[in-house]
Structures are given as structure tokens and as C-alpha cells.
């Protein structure tokens, strides 16, 4: 099946920097997912970006399908920025979303 | 527009126990996927319904079985728990497979002791 690929595992930053989350996949897709995952456990949809770019404030995300990799851009980093961000992507032979295991990101007031 | 709801929230069960979660999808959508989370791991794909049918199963042993109702709500059932078992278990709903977009309940979060 495909595989998913996260970086960094673990990300601290200092409020207001700036960070770029990776996530790299073995195969073609059809779609691709970036979640953030609350405190309580549920997974909070950013995007849905099977290709292109698409912003949502200080949060973009640009998915170049042909390569294989997407990128998760948080400007400007809040201290509720804090947790974990997935990427989940879906083959195009599957019916079923993979996620990558995450990256955690702390971010320090 | 109802969001995706998951119940119970949490709850313990002992080692060969048998426990059943349900998830109401949210509105409009007929297509309900089931996930496991272990501590530390990103989701994993348990088993997708659509019209009341399986369609599309991940490695997990013939213990984890599931429905879909007509109104699209499902249940997730585990028999002869493990320790192994503890885990968030999530539910999510889509327009139809391969719809793309997910949208996640919160979780029913299981500890097997």
C-alpha cells in the first residue's frame, strides 16, 4: 500500500515564527488531507488539497501531486497552534485514507 | 448541518470483554470509515460501509466487525479484547467513497485492562 511520510517528527518554535510541515507519499493520489489534532483527541480538517495551493488565514498548504509531497505553512505561530498535524492521503487504487504518523508542534509563548 | 458524533467518549473494559461503538455520520453523508489510533501513531484504517455493506478492510483480525444502518450511522464491534485493543477509536464520514473530504467524530477512547 502507499506509504506516508512525515517531517519533522517534533517541531518547537517560539510564538510568531513562522514553520513548514512536510508530508511525502510513494504513490499517486487522489486525495490528500492535512488534520490537526486537538488536546481531546478529535482530528480537525485544515485542508483538502489533492493538488495546488490553498490558504485559511495564517495556514496555507500546497500539494505538488506529480512529486509527491505536500506542505503544511503556519505563519506566524500562536501557542493554539500547538499539537499534532497529519497528512492523510488517498491511493488511487484504495479506498481507504493513510495517514502519515505526524509531526507534534509545540510552540512557546 | 450535524457534524460527525461518536459514542461513548470513553470507556474501560476488561481483557476478553466484547464492546460496540456507534457513530452517526454527518448529514447528507452515506459512507462511514472506521479507524484505530494507538498512542503516539497516526490513525489506521479499520474497515469502510457504504449502504449497509463493507467496502474496503484494513489488516485487522475478523474480531473487529461492523454495520451500517439505513439512516448510515454504524456501530464497530470488538470481540475478545486485547490490551493491545486500548486505543482512540475514530469514525468518519464522507459524501461517498473515494468522495475525498473526511470528516471526523471525537473519538471513542477504550482502555482494555
Known amino acids: 500500500g502507499i506509504q506516508v511520510e512525515q517531517s519533522p517528527p517534533d517541531l518547537i518554535l517560539q510564538e510568531g515564527a513562522n514553520s513548514t510541515l512536510r508530508c511525502n507519499f510513494s504513490d499517486s493520489v487522489n486525495n490528500l488531507q492535512w488534520f490537526h489534532q486537538n488536546p481531546w483527541g478529535q482530528l480537525i480538517n485544515l485542508f483538502y488539497i489533492p493538488s495546488g495551493t490553498k490558504q485559511n488565514g495564517r495556514l496555507s498548504a500546497t500539494t505538488v501531486a506529480t512529486e509527491r509531497y505536500s506542505l503544511l505553512y503556519i505563519s506566524s505561530s500562536q501557542t493554539t497552534d500547538s499539537g499534532v498535524y497529519f497528512c492523510a492521503v488517498e491511493g488511487v487504487d484504495a479506498g481507504k485514507s493513510t495517514f502519515g504518523d505526524g509531526t507534534t508542534l509545540t510552540v512557546k509563548p | 448541518e450535524t457534524g460527525v458524533t461518536q459514542s461513548p467518549t470513553h470507556l474501560i473494559k476488561t481483557r476478553g470483554q466484547q464492546v460496540t461503538l456507534r457513530c452517526s455520520s454527518q448529514s447528507g453523508h452515506n459512507t462511514v470509515s472506521w479507524y484505530q489510533q494507538a498512542l503516539g501513531q497516526g490513525p489506521q484504517f479499520i474497515f469502510q460501509y457504504y449502504r449497509e455493506e463493507e467496502n474496503g478492510r484494513g489488516n485487522f483480525p475478523p474480531r473487529f466487525s461492523g454495520l451500517q444502518f439505513p439512516n448510515y450511522s454504524s456501530e464497530l464491534n470488538v470481540n475478545a479484547l486485547e490490551l493491545d485493543d486500548s486505543a482512540l477509536y475514530l469514525c468518519?464520514?464522507?459524501?461517498?467513497?473515494?468522495?475525498?473530504?473526511?470528516?471526523f467524530g471525537e473519538g471513542s477512547r477504550l482502555t482494555v485492562l
Open positions: 468518519a464520514s464522507s459524501l461517498y467513497p473515494n468522495a475525498g473530504e473526511l470528516f
